[in-house]
């Protein structure tokens, strides 16, 4: 079956430090690969995307590169800051599927001044 | 962005009572629409797939005759939990999106049943 796995939170790291979240995957299908971020008390809103292998989202100083050979799509960001704390969700839909997506558990990401 | 907003944000019932949930595309039309479960420091679970104008497809294990959706227009769709009982308490999250275009997602709705 589809499924996505992500490393557990909360992740706890201070402002200008190194982010890295990963996620890996299993699909049936050739599926395309999504971060979204849920801030407090919103919606979660698309972070970034990949559609193929080796394609690189990219997106607030935040990238993910689309990894077949290791099914991975890792979310890194050179300089966390206190505004990036949020839940961050990888997630995967395959295509002709109708759009349906399919999250890992979330990862709780806490930035401290 | 287009923007999603759902109704009420936050609601209580007793158990054995119904409760709707309305989601709404503010800025435009949404073709398909989707209903997600979440529980606390858990993933998102897909609940059902409507299209305006037809019937939910729902996910293997979902009851459909407990969680009743209806898409009547292009900018609302509706979940009603039906006799609601405590293991119903939850956050509902509904998306939208238009055509093949990107999903928006809504606030959420806390259902607390007592």
């Known amino acids: 079956g589809n499924s996505v796995t992500q490393m557990e939170g909360p992740v706890t790291l201070s402002e200008e430090a190194f982010l890295t979240i990963n996620c890996t995957y299993t699909?049936?299908?050739?599926?395309?690969l999504f971060w979204y971020v849920q801030y407090p008390g919103e919606g979660l809103q698309l972070l970034l995307k990949?559609?193929?292998?080796?394609d690189k989202g990219s997106n607030k100083g935040f990238e993910a590169t689309y990894r077949k050979e290791t099914t991975s799509f890792h979310l890194e960001k050179g300089s966390v800051q206190v505004s990036d704390s949020a839940v961050y969700f990888c997630a995967l839909s395959i295509y002709n599927q109708g759009g349906k997506l399919i999250f890992g558990q979330g990862t709780e990401l806490s930035v401290k001044p | 962005g287009a923007v999603v907003s759902q109704h009420p944000s936050w609601v209580i019932c007793k158990s054995g009572t119904s409760v709707k949930i309305e989601c709404r595309s503010l800025d435009f039309q949404a073709t398909t629409m989707f209903w997600y479960r979440q529980f606390p420091k858990q993933s998102l679970m897909l609940m059902a797939t409507s299209n305006e104008g037809s019937k939910a497809t729902y996910e293997q294990g979902v009851e459909k005759d407990k969680f009743l959706i209806n898409h009547a227009s292009l900018t609302l769709s509706t979940l009603t939990v039906t006799s609601a009982h405590p293991e119903d308490s939850s956050f509902y999250i509904c998306?939208?999106?238009?055509?093949?275009?990107?999903?928006?997602f809504g606030p959420g709705t806390r259902l607390t049943v007592t």
């Open positions: 990949a559609t193929k292998a080796d």
């Open positions: 699909a049936t299908g050739y599926p395309s």
């Open positions: 998306s939208a999106r238009e055509r093949e275009f990107e999903q928006y």
